[in-house]
């Protein structure tokens, strides 16, 4: 069961990327799986645990090394982004090369590239997006949605990931320790929950 074949993950060495090599790991996927990310240390720290895969450091927005990343491969998982929304509020200019002008990128690449499929990640957080990361994440959805070529281009939308990198929660334990007081944005907002496993 599982995936099969090539598979290259944008962003790899991010939350999701460490919950598809476990999963493909577990459960004996035929697949050899290849991490790009831009963090050498992230990287380093994922050879460490699994030495099987095969990494490059790369961008997203570096179109000439993507496409010679993504060639040979049969799926594309394109989970690269600016993921912070306080980042993407203060410096949306990154936010949009990361995930607007990068994910035109992983779609050109993947055409070019002879890739069966791509999956974007998306996120709950584009659907009447009122952020500058919803709103990239939507013009993603936009792109691959008006894709033409070859690849077949999935989306997926999905939620906060329980102490993902970046996320909350290891805040908030970490104030609950030192006794101080949850820092919530506002009490009426609301949250759509999984597991790094569910993601």
């Known amino acids: 069961m599982g995936l099969s074949g090539n598979i290259l993950i944008t962003g790899g060495s991010g939350t999701l990327g460490h919950a598809i090599v476990r ?3 577990t459960e004996r996927w035929d697949c050899q799986i290849t991490i790009y990310s831009r963090s050498e ?20 927005r570096d179109y000439d090394r993507l496409a010679a990343a993504v060639a040979g491969h049969d799926l594309v998982i394109h989970a690269a982004a600016v993921k ?14 990361t995930n607007v002008i990068g994910s035109a990128n992983v779609a050109r690449a993947c055409i070019a590239g002879g890739v069966t ?21 939507r013009l993603m959805e936009g792109l691959f949605q008006g894709a033409h070529g070859a690849t077949t281009f999935t989306l997926v939308r ?28 506002d009490r009426r907002m609301t949250r759509f929950w999984m597991s790094e496993r569910d993601a």
Do not use: F, H
């Not at 380093?44 to 961008?59: F, K, P």
């Not at 998306?122 to 994440?137: E, P």
């Not at 993902?164 to 101080?180: F, Y």
């Open 41 to 60: 240390l992230r990287q380093a720290e994922m050879r460490a645990r699994y030495g099987s895969l095969r990494y490059t450091l790369g961008d997203v």
């Open 84 to 97: 912070r929304i306080p980042e993407a509020e203060q410096q949306p200019i990154n936010c949009y090369e």
């Open 23 to 25: 999963a493909a790991l």
């Open 158 to 185: 999905y939620g906060n990931v329980v102490a993902s990198n970046g996320s909350v929660i290891p805040l908030w334990r970490q104030q609950a320790a030192e006794g101080k007081p949850l820092t919530i944005t």
């Open 117 to 137: 499929r791509c999956i974007g990640i998306s996120t709950d957080k584009a659907c009447a997006a009122i952020t500058t990361y919803g709103a990239s994440k």
